[in-house]
C-alpha cells in the first residue's frame, strides 16, 4: 500500500541522516566498548574454560548481529 511506502521512505530518510551525522560509527564505537569491558570482566572472572565457552559464543553472537 501507499501508505507502506511512504513509511518506509520515511524511515530510510532518517537512517541517511544518521549515517551522515555519523551516528552509526559513534553507536558502532559504544557497542564495541561495552564488548570489550564484558569481555575483561569474563577474563577476570574464575570459570573453568568449559563454563566460559557458552558465555564467550554468546557475546561473540551478540556483538555479530545486525539489525
Known sequence: ???NT????KVAEVLE??????IEAMTNEKILAYYNNAMNFL???RLT???LEPLL??????LKRKF
Request: proline share 0%; no cysteine.
Open 1 to 3: 500500500s501507499s501508505r
Open 6 to 9: 511512504n513509511d518506509d521512505e
Open 17 to 22: 541522516i544518521f549515517r551522515r551525522a555519523g
Open 43 to 45: 577474563k577476570d572472572i
Open 49 to 51: 574454560e568449559n563454563a
Open 57 to 62: 559464543k554468546l557475546t561473540s553472537g551478540m
